[in-house]
């Protein structure tokens, strides 16, 4: 087998030329606000380019988990910028727990700008995905539970493109600094299709 060189995975800061090429690591803020954003920026990113790939390559249930991952991780990175914003923190800081981030965010001002309806759309968003993401663990372990059950035997499909729009569209309210456009509305009810229906892609 061919083992690649270990020489020039990373490269320490210089001024030098870096053999055989490379992406800057560092997320390029001023300070850790900026930081906070450019994440949330490359995650957006990541999750985008994952969704586009499983519903162009006719088999997405190879990226099933990887999607989960990057959305909920997405979602704690939304979430910890709104709530610095409002310079809150949820009872558990150091966990994953999305609703208990979702509404320390709201409790304290943080989708003040923002209509009712986008918030508790928001706060709705959170306690729909919360299940399937299970704090981020599904997508990086194939034995998570919920409640002592496996995954696979709570939930049969995702759609991977329902649950990227309604994402990207609660980390636009979420993190309003970001000047993206992130399209039509969507139906948090699209985000998970019946497993007795059509699906798209299988846990």
């Not at 990113?45 to 959305?71: C, K, M, Q, Y």
């Not at 919360?130 to 049969?156: I, Y």
Request: negative net charge.
């Amino acid at each position: 087998m061919f083992l690649p060189s270990l020489e020039n995975l990373a490269y320490p800061p210089d001024d030098g030329d870096h053999p055989g090429g490379g992406h800057c690591a560092g997320l390029g803020g001023n300070n850790p606000a900026e930081d906070r954003i450019n994440i949330v920026t490359q995650y957006l990113t990541a999750l985008d380019l994952l969704v586009d790939h499983a519903l162009a390559s006719g088999n997405g249930w190879e990226l099933t988990r990887p999607i989960l991952f990057a959305v909920h991780q997405l979602c704690e990175d939304a979430l910890a910028v709104a709530l610095s914003r409002v310079h809150a923190k949820a009872k558990n800081e150091s966990r994953h727990g999305l609703p208990e981030k979702v509404r320390a965010a709201a409790a304290n001002g943080a989708y003040d700008h923002v209509s009712a309806e986008e918030r508790d759309w928001c706060i709705k968003f959170i306690e729909t995905i919360d299940p399937f993401t299970l704090d981020g663990f599904p997508g990086r372990f194939a034995q998570s539970r919920k409640g002592g059950a496996p995954l696979d035997e709570l939930w049969c499909c995702i759609n991977p493109a329902a649950i990227r729009d309604a994402a990207v569209v609660f980390t636009m309210i979420s993190v309003p600094e970001l000047a993206v456009d992130p399209g039509p509305a969507t139906d948090i009810d699209e985000v998970l299709r019946p497993a007795e229906g059509h699906v798209d892609e299988e846990l």
